[in-house]
């Protein structure tokens, strides 16, 4: 087993135990105020859409995790995920993206064509992605990874989608926009 396979695995099992897919169950999620929510995307389709944010906390497993859901009404949505792994061990991110698919409830039902995998530069850093296609609907799931520096072990990586409207066109240069708009505020 290649080192970069056996890092995806390790990967694979934190994320779905922090997800609790693996023993100790769903986490306990709290609703957060949108007032008080971290995670946000300013993508205009996204302008006045209802969300939902949600945040967990495993002390005991060393992260933290926190999701927001995206409606604009339109058949625009979008999710993010982030979690933040509060030891130094950290969590490794795959460039397989359709893994990441199994942290989205609105994407598993998706019969789904994946594109090429891209990397762009974000407000937060780089990240990877990928454009798909389901049904007629185009949409790009990505994922990205960064520290807080030498004085934290805090390390964050931040899973997310973006569906554009059923029959819309959704161009690279529309993806590249996009994730620019996805933050966290600090």
Excluded at 11 to 24: D, N, P, R, Y
Excluded at 47 to 74: F, I, N
Excluded at 91 to 120: C, H, I, K, W
């Amino acid at each position: 087993m290649t080192i970069r396979k056996f890092l995806t695995v390790c990967f694979v099992a934190t994320v779905l135990s922090a997800c609790g897919s693996l023993g100790g169950g769903e986490p306990s999620y709290n609703t957060v105020l949108n007032t008080q929510a971290r995670l946000y995307f300013d993508a205009p389709a996204l302008a006045g859409a209802l969300s939902r944010h949600r945040r967990a906390e495993r002390s005991e497993s060393g992260y933290r995790v926190e999701r927001a859901r995206w409606d604009a009404g339109t058949g625009v949505i979008a999710e993010l995920m982030l979690i933040e792994a509060l030891t130094s061990k950290g969590l490794e991110v795959p460039d397989e993206l359709e893994m990441e698919v199994a942290n989205f409830s609105e994407l598993v039902r998706l019969n789904a064509t994946y594109g090429e995998l891209y990397q762009s530069e974000t407000a937060m850093g780089p990240a990877i992605w990928r454009r798909f296609v389901a049904g007629d609907r185009v949409c790009a799931i990505f994922s990205q990874r960064w520290d807080d520096g030498p004085g934290t072990p805090a390390i964050r990586t931040l899973f997310g989608y973006y569906c554009a409207a059923p029959g819309a066109t959704f161009t690279l240069q529309d993806v590249q926009a996009v994730l620019l708009t996805a933050r966290i505020r600090t």
